[in-house]
């Protein structure tokens, strides 16, 4: 089945403990995003990854790191979580370059972040 | 800068009755896809539809029913006889169909409830 697998979906946390989000898809996609949803703000891009080895920035990249070594995973990392981030985290990736602006997302089932 | 509107933050509905969940875009761009995502209580995104800015013919899919006017930036989605199943955020987002597009802008998402 095509998937954007992402783990962990619940994770409770303290400040200042690293931790990483996993994201895996299946579907041969170059391209690979991360979001984080909050009430009232919808969904806001944190990065994203128009293939492998190429990352950039997206509206709200503050305190979070990515990585894209290989095509299927593009792992979420918060070398030093806060409160604020506190949130729902979802993954997704769709075909990239020629017509991408058409592509659609397929997301993964989000990850629910605390951090006290 | 790309925005995209939805205005109504929540709206609650008696089971068969008509509603219509408002989308208001802004971009540059003359090229551009807009999409709705419904996102139920148990928290995964799904694709509903995908227009292009070329083609502004409203579509229809069962219960469902899409409104594109370019002239007033608008995407509006109207759901015909509502049912307890529609209960969900819904969000209209915005994409640009150059290549290697970075990034699907979200609005607030409205969260819509069918009261039996």
Redesign the interface.
Same mark, same amino acid.
Request: net charge neutral; charged share 15%; glycine share 18%.
């Given at each position: 089945e095509a998937q954007v697998t992402q783990n962990p979906r619940y994770l409770i946390t303290v400040t200042g403990k690293k931790l990483t989000v996993t994201c895996s898809q299946n579907m041969n996609h170059e391209y690979m *995003?991360w +979001?984080r949803q909050d009430p009232? @703000?919808? @969904?806001? &891009?944190i990065y +994203?990854s128009?293939n492998v080895e190429v990352t !950039?920035k997206? !509206?709200v990249p503050e305190g979070y790191k990515v990585s894209r070594k290989e095509k299927r995973n593009f792992p979420l990392i918060l070398e030093s979580p806060s409160p604020n981030q506190t949130s729902?985290y979802?993954c997704a990736s769709k075909m990239? &370059?020629?017509? *991408?602006?058409?592509n659609? @997302?397929?997301?993964g089932?989000?990850s629910r972040l605390t951090v006290l | 800068a790309q925005k995209?509107t939805?205005a109504q933050?929540e709206i609650s509905v008696v089971e068969k009755e008509d509603v219509t969940l408002d989308c208001v875009y802004e971009t540059r761009d003359t090229t551009?896809?807009l999409?709705w995502y419904k996102q139920p209580p148990s928290?995964? %995104?799904v694709?509903l539809i995908?227009r292009?800015s070329f083609d502004e013919q409203n579509e229809i899919s069962g219960r469902y029913s899409w409104n594109f006017q370019k002239s007033t930036s608008s995407f509006n989605f109207t759901i015909t006889a509502s049912q307890v199943v529609d209960s969900a955020v819904y969000?209209c987002a915005l994409?640009?169909?150059?290549?290697?597009?970075?990034? %699907?802008v979200?609005?607030?998402?409205t969260r819509l409830t069918i009261n039996p």
């Open positions: *995003s +979001y009232g @703000l919808g @969904l806001r &891009q +994203y128009m !950039d997206g !509206d729902l979802f990239g &370059q020629t017509h *991408s602006g058409a659609v @997302l397929t997301f089932a989000g | 995209v939805q933050t551009y896809y999409f928290g995964e %995104l694709f995908r292009n969000f994409s640009d169909i150059r290549q290697g597009a970075q990034k %699907l979200f609005g607030q998402g």
